[in-house]
């Protein structure tokens, strides 16, 4: 099976158009999301609605757990809380009852779909775990890979019997050898934060175990234009800048 991985949306519509395009072109036969569709972006329901066309799965994020549980909010950053505020006032009574029944993990054959850590955190970022930790959440993982989001920074995490790796994915293929585990943060689609502004989401075949970074050119402008004309914070436009 081709199966599509996307994260951290996060209400930008053109960005996420953009990766769809991409993912039936590659002929993926599934599309799984890690969460936080909604946030930061202009478009959250027009984002909720085309996952929902697709028939998209996807998994609480800690902005879909902020729009069902209002003492999460607390959690969040003033800029943040304030867009988050924002984008509940924008969703349908349908997509918010769709967002506030998202499970916080999806597991599928040898693989676990979580949007923060496993087993199934939508608040742990991957960078909180100190690599001696984070090497024995790999031994101990049910599941021979998990993929993440949240930290909208492409990742891979990879231990086997008799070695322990931590590295930044770049636009490339990454094979996963039988003997070993891993953790894959997928990246953003709609505000990465690795310096490189295009739109990220991870092509995984199940049956070579080989991963595959896609990076995606859309109209970034368009979306900059818009969250300044929704009087959202000025920082959600300048990190696509």
């Known amino acids: 099976m081709r199966l599509a991985i996307v994260s951290d949306i996060h209400g930008n519509l053109e960005a996420f158009e953009a990766v769809l395009e991409d993912i039936a072109a590659q002929k993926a036969d599934r599309t799984i999301c890690l969460g936080d569709s909604i ?6 329901e027009s984002v909720v609605r085309l996952l929902r066309l697709h028939g998209i799965e996807s998994v609480m994020g800690n902005h879909e757990l902020g729009i069902r549980d209002a003492r999460i909010l607390e ?15 924008k969703l349908s009574a349908d997509s918010l009852s769709f967002l506030a029944t998202l499970p916080k993990a999806i597991v599928l054959e040898k693989m676990r779909f979580v949007h923060g850590f496993p087993p199934e955190s939508p ?29 909208h920074v492409l990742r ?23 003997e070993c ?17 295009r739109a990220k989401y ?13 990076f995606i050119e859309y109209p970034r402008e368009t979306t900059i234009r818009k ?9 959600h436009a300048e990190r696509l800048a």
């Open 39 to 44: 946030g930061y972006g202009p478009d959250p």
């Open 75 to 89: 959690w969040f950053n003033p800029r943040a809380r304030a867009s988050l505020e924002w984008t509940a006032t």
């Open 123 to 151: 608040l742990v970022y991957l960078f909180q775990i100190p690599d001696s930790s984070l090497s024995k959440v790999l031994e101990r993982m049910d599941k021979q890979i998990c993929f993440i989001g949240h930290t």
């Open 156 to 178: 891979l995490a990879i231990w086997g019997p008799h070695a322990y790796d931590k590295r930044r994915l770049t636009a490339e293929t990454v094979g996963i050898p039988p």
């Open 181 to 197: 585990k891993a953790i894959v943060n997928v990246g953003s689609v709609g505000q990465p934060r690795d310096g490189d502004r």
């Open 202 to 214: 991870v092509l995984f075949d199940t049956q070579a175990c080989m991963i595959e970074v896609r």
């Open 227 to 235: 969250i300044l004309a929704a009087g959202l914070p000025k920082e």
